[in-house]
C-alpha cells in the first residue's frame, strides 16, 4: 500500500501484533511445561492439525467482513467427508470422490447463498437451519456406516511432510491465505466486501451487484468446506457423523478473535490467519498436557466471549475520542 | 391487506389434527384416554421451552444455549436431590440456574451490544465443555429419589399428569402477562423497533435483559418437568441440541424472526406441531436424524413465509387463477 | 370559520421567546418569537431550511435551544426529551409514523402508558393492564374526532390516513393540549385531506391548539387561523390567514438574499444529448417527458413528495419504471440496472450521503474509485494501487477537497468536503450527465458556493447536470432551464430568463 497509512489500519495492526505475541507467548509456556513442543515436528504439527479448521476461517472472514455468518461450515463438511467417503468405498474411484466432495460442499454453499441473496432471512437463520439440514442428511446417507480405512495414495493429501517436518496442510493453507489475503486487502473483491459490511447501499449505488458478491462467498465458503473435508479425512481416514461437531465454534472463533468485526465492514485474513494458530497452539498443548477436548471446547467459548466484549469494548473507546462506532450500524434493515 | 399470514391459526389446528390422526393411525398403544394424557405429558417440556424462546424471539433475540441451559438445571436440581435436598429447596436452586446462566446471556448482550446468536452460541459450547469436563460422569446422575420423580410421574385423579397440569398453568400465565402487563407489550415494541420503543419510554436494554431472566426461569420449569418424569436417571446431554426445537416450534407458530410479531399461544401451537411430526416421523421408522434435517428445513420455510412478500404471491396466485377461469379473491 | 376566540383577548397557551440554535457552521434558529393562543390552528410557512423542524424540535424537546425560553401557560419549560414534551400535554404528529405496524390500533395509542388498574380490586399490586378503560378513553377519543376505526384492528392493515389519524389520537391520550401538525397532508389524498381538516376543526372546538407545518399553501388558507413566515432561521411575519394573500406570503417566504451564491458561468448550450420519454411509475411517476443538452444544468423543482428524487431513481436504473425510454445521443438505451447507467455516462448523486452515497468508515481513496473498480482492476483481481491513488490525489486536488491527503477517512470530513467526495465518485467514471438529488443540502456557506463552481467547471468542460433542489435561490442561480414538478408529474417548464422564485411556486405549490 506504498506506505500509506489507511484511517484504521494501525489499530488492526496492533490487534495483529498482539496477538503475535500471544501466539508466542502461548508456544513459550505450553513448552515450559511440556519441551517436547519445541521440537520442530510437534510445534509444525499444529498447523496440519489446523488445515481444514484455517481454510474455512479463511473464507468465514470474507463472510463476517459482510457482516454475514456462515455457522453451517462444519456440517457441510462432514456431509461433504460421508459423500466422500461412499463414493470412494463404492466405485473405488478417488477422482470421482474427490470431485463429488466439493460439488457437495459446493452446493451447500449456494443453497446458502441464494436464500441469503434472494430472500429477506438472515444469514444467522439461513445457515442456522441449514447447520442441521447438512448434519442430518450426511446422517441419513451415511445410516449406521462409518468410512475408515483409505487407500494409502489417498493418505498422502495429508500425510506428506516437507523436511521431515512441514506438513503439506500447512502449504495448502498458506497458498489459499494467500491467494485470499491478497484479494481481500489490493483486489477489488475485498473492497467491495468491506463496502457490503459497512454500507451495502452505497456499493449498490457505485453499479456494483452486491447480492451477486454474496451468492459467492457463501457458495466459496462451501466450496472450501468441501476442500477441508477431503484434508480432514487424509488425515483422520475415518469419515464419521459426529465430524462436523463444534467445528463451526473453532471457525467463527477464529475470525472474530483475528479481529473481523462481527457488525461487518472491519476484516482481517491474516489476523484471522494468526489466530487459527491460536487455536491450534491451545489444541496441542492441551493434547499435550492431558486435557481433554471438552475442556478445549470449553475455553475455546471462554475466549469466543472474552474477544467479543474486548472488541465491544474497544469499539466504545474509539467511539469516546470520536472515531463513529462500527457497532452503530442498525442489526437487521427491517 | 386483511390476511397478510399464511401461517393462520386454523391452518395450524388443521395440519395438528390431521397429523393426529395420522400418528393415531399409526399406533394404538396412545388410543385411550390415559394414553392421551401420555402424549400430553411428553409434548409438555417443549411447550414450555418454546414459549421461553419465543419471548426471546419476541424482542429480536434468539438464544442457541437453551438446551444446554436446560441440562445445567436438570443436573443441579438432580443432584440437590440424590443430596436428600427436599423439593421445597431444589426446585427453586434449579430454576434460579436458569436464570443465572440465561441472565449472564441477556446481560453480554445488552452490556456490550454483541448479537445474542454469537454470544449464546459460544456460551453453548462453553455449557457443553463444562458438562464434560468439570462434572462428575458428564453430569449423569442414577438413582435419583423418589422426591425427584414423584412430581413427574403423578398424575391427578390417576389420570391427568401434574407435568401437563403445570404446563397448561404456565402457558395461560404467560398469556396474561403478555396481554395484560406493560412488560408483555414492552416485548413488542422492542422487537419492532427500538427506537420508537424508547421514544414511548420503554428502554430496549432494560427490556431485553428480563426478559432473558423469564426465558433462563421457563427454561428451568421446562428442564425439571423433562427430568422429573424419569424414573430413574437424568442426563444433561440429552438436552443438547433442543434449541432447534424450540426455535422450530417458535417459528412455525407464526412468531416473526425478527422479533415484534407473534403469539403465545400461535408459539404453542407451533410446538405441539412439531411435537407431532417428530414422533410420527418416528412412528414412520425413520432413524431420529431424519429430525435435524427436518428441523433445518421447517425453520426455514416457516421464516420464509413470514417474510416474504405476500401481496406478491396472492397477486401471482390471482393472476394464476383468473387465467384458469376460477374466481381467486 | 370564525370562531369563539378572537373577540376577547387570546389566551396564550405557549409562547416561543428569544429561542437560537446553532449547529456547527449553520445558524438554524435566531431570535425566534411566537406565540399560540388556545384553540387556534396557527400555520408555520417557510421555504426548506428556513428553520420550522429545527423549531418544532425544540418545542418537543428533540432539540435543546442554546437560548431562549418556552413558556407553557406562562410557565418556563425544561424539556430534556420529547417524554418530557408528551408529559407536559405537548404532542407532534411526526411525517413519518412512529406506529408499530404489528400491533392493533389500541396497542398503539397506549403504547409505554398503558392505563392499568390491580389485579385484585382495593389491593394495589399487582397491577393489570386496564382494557375497558382503554377502550373507554379510546373510543372516546375518536367520537371526539369523529372517527370510526377498529380498535382491534391491526395498524399495518389500516390506510396512510387512518395511521395518520391513529397517531393524532395517540396524541390525545396524553390529554395534549397542543399538537403540532408536520406536514400532515404530505401523503394523502384530497378527500383524506379533508376528513383530516374536520378532525381539526373538531379539535380546535374542544380547544386544543395547533402548529400546522406546510408547504401547501392553499391549505394553510382552507384551515389556518394565523400564520408566522419563517426564513433563515428567523421570524419574518406573523399575521391572521384573513389578511394576508398567497401572493403575498410567497413574497415574505422568498425574500431570501442571493449574494453568497457563486454566479453561473456562461456556457454555450450545445445539442440534446439525453431524452426521457413518458417515464411512468404506477402511482409514483406520471408520464413525464425531459431532455437535456450538453453543457446544460437543468433544475428540478417542486415540494417533497413531488416525485423528483424517485424520477431521478427511475432515470438512472435504480428504480424500475412500468413505462418509458431513454434517448441518450440519438440511441435507445434501456438502463436496467445502475450499472448500465454508469455505462452509458449518467451517474447519480444521492441526498442522503451517508445512506446512499458514501461508506464513511472507509477512506476518500476507497470511496471515489469505487464506481471504477472493473477498469482499475486486472485480470488477477488486484487493484492497480498507483493508478488508483492518482485518481483519488487529482480529485482531492481539482475539487479542493480539504484533507490531509486522499487516505484520510471520510467520516473525519466536513459535510461540505463528504459532498465533494460524493462528487468526486460520480465524477471518477467519466459520466456524460450528472444527477444531483440537493447537492448543497447540510453544507456551509462557504462549500456551498464552492460546490456551485464545481457544477460550473463541469459544464464548461462540456457535462451535463440535472440538479434536483428545494433551495429555490440555488435552482434559480444555477440552471438554464427548470422542470418544476407536482405529484408526481411535471407541471411546467420555465427558461432561465423566466425564472423567478414566485413563478416556481405558484406552479409548485
Not at chain 3, 99 to 109: M, R
Not at chain 3, 256 to 279: H, M, Q, W
Amino acid at each position: 500500500m506504498a506506505g500509506k497509512q489507511v484511517g484504521g489500519l494501525r489499530s488492526k495492526i496492533t490487534h495483529r501484533v498482539v496477538l503475535l505475541f500471544a501466539l508466542i507467548g502461548l508456544i513459550v509456556v505450553i513448552g515450559i511445561f511440556e519441551p517436547v513442543f519445541f521440537k520442530p515436528s510437534v510445534l509444525f504439527d499444529v498447523t496440519a492439525l489446523m488445515g481444514e479448521i484455517g481454510l474455512m476461517a479463511l473464507a468465514q472472514t470474507y463472510i463476517i467482513t459482510t457482516g454475514g455468518i456462515d455457522l453451517s461450515v462444519g456440517y457441510n463438511l462432514q456431509l461433504c467427508a460421508i459423500v466422500f467417503g461412499m463414493t470412494l468405498f463404492q466405485t473405488h474411484l478417488i477422482f470421482l470422490a474427490v470431485v463429488l466432495a466439493l460439488v457437495v460442499g459446493l452446493l451447500g454453499g449456494l443453497l446458502n447463498g441464494l436464500i441469503i441473496s434472494r430472500t429477506r432471512i438472515p444469514p444467522l437463520v439461513t445457515t442456522l437451519a441449514t447447520m442441521y439440514l447438512f448434519r442430518g442428511i450426511s446422517m441419513i446417507v451415511a445410516g449406521t456406516h462409518t468410512y475408515s480405512g483409505f487407500p494409502e495414495n489417498f493418505k498422502k493429501v495429508s500425510n506428506v511432510t516437507l523436511f521431515g517436518f512441514f506438513p503439506i496442510q500447512f502449504i495448502y493453507l498458506l497458498v489459499i491465505f494467500v491467494v485470499l489475503n491478497v484479494l481481500f486487502n489490493r483486489g477489488s473483491l475485498g473492497r467491495v466486501l468491506k463496502g457490503i459490511g459497512f454500507n451495502e447501499n452505497a456499493v449498490i449505488f457505485s453499479g456494483t451487484n452486491s447480492k451477486r458478491y454474496l451468492l459467492w462467498i457463501y457458495a466459496l465458503s462451501g466450496l472450501i468446506s468441501g476442500l477441508a473435508a477431503i484434508i480432514y479425512l487424509g488425515r483422520l481416514s475415518s469419515a464419521t457423523t459426529s465430524m462436523g461437531d463444534g467445528l463451526n465454534l473453532q471457525v467463527v472463533t477464529a475470525v472474530v478473535l483475528g479481529g473481523t468485526s462481527v457488525f461487518g465492514g472491519v476484516g482481517s485474513v491474516s489476523g484471522t490467519f494468526i489466530a487459527t494458530m491460536i487455536i491450534g497452539v491451545l489444541r496441542k498443548g492441551f493434547t499435550l498436557l492431558n486435557l481433554s477436548g471438552n475442556f478445549f471446547n470449553f475455553t475455546l467459548g471462554v475466549i469466543l466471549i472474552a474477544s467479543l466484549i474486548v472488541l465491544a469494548v474497544v469499539d466504545k473507546r474509539k467511539a469516546r475520542r470520536g472515531v463513529p462506532p462500527l457497532a452503530a450500524k442498525s442489526s437487521a434493515e427491517t | 391487506m386483511q390476511t397478510r399470514r399464511v401461517l393462520t391459526k386454523e391452518l395450524m389446528l388443521g395440519v395438528i389434527v390431521a397429523l393426529f390422526i395420522i400418528f393415531l393411525s399409526l399406533t394404538t398403544r396412545f388410543f385411550s384416554i390415559s394414553g392421551l394424557f401420555s402424549l400430553m405429558l411428553d409434548v409438555s417440556p417443549t411447550i414450555v421451552g418454546t414459549i421461553a424462546m419465543t419471548l426471546i424471539i419476541f424482542t429480536g433475540n434468539i438464544d442457541i444455549s437453551a438446551g444446554t441451559i436446560m441440562g445445567f438445571v436438570a443436573y443441579a436440581s438432580a443432584d440437590l436431590a440424590r443430596a436428600g435436598v427436599p423439593m421445597i429447596v431444589f426446585v427453586p436452586a434449579g430454576l434460579l440456574v436458569g436464570v443465572v446462566l440465561a441472565g449472564l446471556n441477556g446481560y453480554i448482550t445488552v452490556q456490550f451490544k454483541v448479537p445474542s446468536i454469537v454470544v449464546t452460541l459460544a456460551m453453548n459450547m462453553v455449557h457443553i465443555g463444562f458438562f464434560a469436563t468439570f462434572l462428575p460422569n458428564s453430569g449423569w446422575i442414577e438413582g435419583v429419589p423418589t422426591s425427584f420423580t414423584w412430581f413427574g410421574n403423578g398424575r391427578l385423579f390417576g389420570l391427568v399428569p401434574y407435568v401437563f397440569l403445570v404446563t397448561v398453568a404456565v402457558t395461560a400465565l404467560f398469556m396474561f402477562i403478555m396481554k395484560y402487563s406493560r412488560f408483555g407489550k414492552g416485548l413488542y415494541a422492542v422487537g419492532g423497533s427500538q427506537q420508537a420503543a424508547a421514544l414511548a419510554g420503554i428502554s430496549p436494554d432494560r427490556t431485553v435483559f428480563r426478559v432473558f431472566l423469564f426465558e433462563g426461569l421457563l427454561l428451568g420449569v421446562a428442564a425439571l418437568l423433562k427430568a422429573m418424569a424419569t424414573t430413574n436417571d437424568v442426563l444433561p446431554s440429552t438436552f443438547q441440541g433442543r434449541e432447534m426445537i424450540l426455535i422450530a416450534g417458535a417459528v412455525v407458530g407464526g412468531v416473526g424472526i425478527f422479533g415484534g410479531t407473534g403469539k403465545i399461544i400461535g408459539a404453542v401451537y407451533g410446538a405441539i406441531l412439531v411435537y407431532l411430526l417428530s414422533v410420527t416421523m418416528i412412528y414412520l421408522g425413520f432413524q431420529d436424524y431424519y429430525q435435524f434435517a427436518l428441523q433445518g428445513i421447517i425453520i426455514l420455510l416457516a421464516v420464509y413465509l413470514t417474510v416474504v412478500d405476500l401481496k406478491k404471491v396472492r397477486r401471482r396466485l390471482r393472476h394464476i387463477f383468473a387465467h384458469t377461469g376460477a374466481k381467486g379473491r | 370559520m370564525d370562531h369563539m376566540m378572537n373577540q376577547h383577548d387570546p389566551e396564550i397557551v405557549l409562547s416561543i421567546v428569544g429561542a437560537e440554535k446553532t449547529f456547527p457552521g449553520v445558524r438554524a434558529l435566531f431570535n425566534m418569537n411566537l406565540d399560540l393562543f388556545r384553540g387556534e390552528v396557527h400555520a408555520v410557512c417557510g421555504e426548506n431550511g428556513a428553520g420550522k423542524s429545527t423549531l418544532m424540535k425544540i418545542i418537543t424537546g428533540v432539540y435543546q435551544a442554546d437560548h431562549g425560553d418556552i413558556l407553557l401557560n406562562g410557565n418556563k419549560l425544561k424539556l430534556n426529551n420529547p417524554n418530557d414534551a408528551y408529559a407536559q400535554g405537548l404532542a407532534i404528529i411526526f411525517q413519518e409514523t412512529s406506529l408499530f405496524p404489528e400491533l392493533t390500533v389500541l396497542e398503539n395509542l397506549f403504547m409505554g402508558h398503558e392505563l392499568r388498574k390491580p389485579l385484585v380490586p382495593g389491593i394495589k399490586y399487582p397491577v393489570i393492564l386496564d382494557y375497558p378503560a382503554m377502550r373507554t378513553k379510546a373510543e372516546e377519543i375518536f367520537t371526539r374526532l369523529g372517527l370510526e376505526i377498529d380498535l382491534s384492528a391491526r395498524v399495518a392493515d389500516l390506510g396512510v390516513a387512518t395511521k395518520q389519524e391513529v397517531e393524532i389520537a395517540k396524541a390525545l391520550t396524553f390529554d395534549s393540549q397542543i399538537l403540532i401538525l408536520d406536514e400532515p397532508t404530505a401523503a394523502l389524498s384530497n378527500k383524506e385531506v379533508q376528513t383530516l381538516f374536520e378532525t381539526i376543526e373538531r379539535l380546535k372546538a374542544h380547544g386544543v391548539s395547533m402548529l400546522y407545518i406546510s408547504h401547501r399553501l392553499d391549505e394553510v388558507f382552507e384551515i389556518a387561523d394565523r400564520v408566522t413566515v419563517m426564513r433563515d432561521g428567523e421570524h419574518i411575519k406573523t399575521e391572521q390567514v384573513k389578511n394576508v394573500t398567497k401572493s403575498q406570503l410567497i413574497a415574505w417566504m422568498v425574500g431570501r438574499t442571493l449574494d453568497n451564491l457563486y454566479p453561473k458561468s456562461e456556457v454555450e448550450l450545445g445539442e440534446i444529448i439525453f431524452e426521457a420519454r413518458g417515464i411512468t411509475q404506477e402511482g409514483v411517476l406520471n408520464g413525464i417527458d425531459l431532455n437535456l443538452r450538453r453543457g446544460e444544468i437543468l433544475g428540478i423543482s417542486g415540494l417533497a413528495g413531488a416525485g423528483r428524487t424517485e424520477l431521478a431513481l427511475a432515470l438512472c436504473g435504480l428504480a424500475q419504471s412500468d413505462s418509458g425510454e431513454i434517448v441518450m445521443n440519438g440511441n435507445r438505451v434501456k438502463i436496467g440496472s445502475y450499472r448500465k447507467a454508469i455505462e452509458n455516462g449518467l451517474v447519480y448523486i444521492s441526498e442522503d450521503r451517508a445512506k446512499y452515497g458514501l461508506v464513511v468508515p472507509m477512506a476518500i481513496r476507497e470511496n471515489i474509485t469505487f464506481p471504477l473498480l472493473r477498469k482499475l482492476t486486472n485480470r488477477l483481481g488486484i487493484i492497480d494501487a498507483a493508478a488508483e491513488s492518482k485518481i483519488a490525489e487529482g480529485y482531492v486536488h481539482s475539487l479542493s477537497i480539504r484533507a490531509p491527503n486522499e487516505e484520510t477517512v471520510v467520516s473525519n470530513l466536513s459535510g461540505g468536503n463528504q459532498q465533494k467526495v460524493s462528487v468526486a465518485k460520480a465524477l471518477a467514471p467519466a459520466p456524460q450527465i450528472l444527477i444531483l438529488d440537493e447537492p448543497t443540502r447540510g453544507v456551509d456557506v462557504g462549500a456551498k458556493s464552492e460546490i456551485h463552481r464545481i457544477m460550473g467547471d463541469l459544464v464548461t468542460e462540456g457535462h451535463s447536470i440535472i440538479m434536483i433542489s428545494s433551495d429555490l435561490p440555488e435552482i434559480i442561480a444555477m440552471s438554464d432551464r427548470v422542470v418544476v414538478m407536482k405529484n408526481g408529474a411535471k407541471v411546467g417548464e420555465l427558461l432561465r430568463n423566466e425564472l423567478s422564485q414566485e413563478r416556481i411556486l405558484e406552479m409548485a405549490l
